[in-house]
Nanobody, 117 residues
Framework: QVQLVESGGGLVQAGGSLRLSCAASGSIFSINAMGWYRQAPGKQRELVAANTSGGSTNYADSVKGRFTISRDNAKNTVYLQMNSLKPEDTAVYHC???????????WGQGTQVTVSS
């Protein structure tokens, strides 16, 4: 079992920055990848960024150049640095972990990010 707890969401003006954090606990040795998803009202959940234990990273086209995912293995924490935020980035952001494979099968409770214009 893996537990994920997000923090760092909030309200920010367009052009501003936020950093989300996700602390993992439990069977963290079995985590192969961690990522961030988001879901806006009325829209499907989408992958924002992901990072594998092997070092591979990928981003949604809509956030490339603005968002950066990083991991601190000593703290069992993954971060999402979000710069140049846009109103369309408004969503609930969920941390996710892929255990015993590369399918995300553990989820945090989510943190709200609201970007005002």
């Amino acid at each position: 079992q893996v537990q994920l707890v997000e923090s760092g969401g909030g309200l920010v003006q367009a052009g501003g920055s936020l950093r989300l954090s996700c602390a993992a606990s439990g069977s963290i040795f079995s985590i192969n990848a961690m990522g961030w998803y988001r879901q806006a009202p009325g829209k499907q959940r989408e992958l924002v960024a992901a990072n594998t234990s092997g070092g591979s990273t990928n981003y949604a086209d809509s956030v490339k150049g603005r968002f950066t995912i990083s991991r601190d293995n000593a703290k069992n924490t993954v971060y999402l640095q979000m710069n140049s935020l846009k109103p369309e980035d408004t969503a609930v952001y969920h941390c996710a972990a892929a255990v015993l494979g590369l399918t995300f099968n553990y989820w945090g409770q989510g943190t709200q990010v609201t970007v005002s214009s």
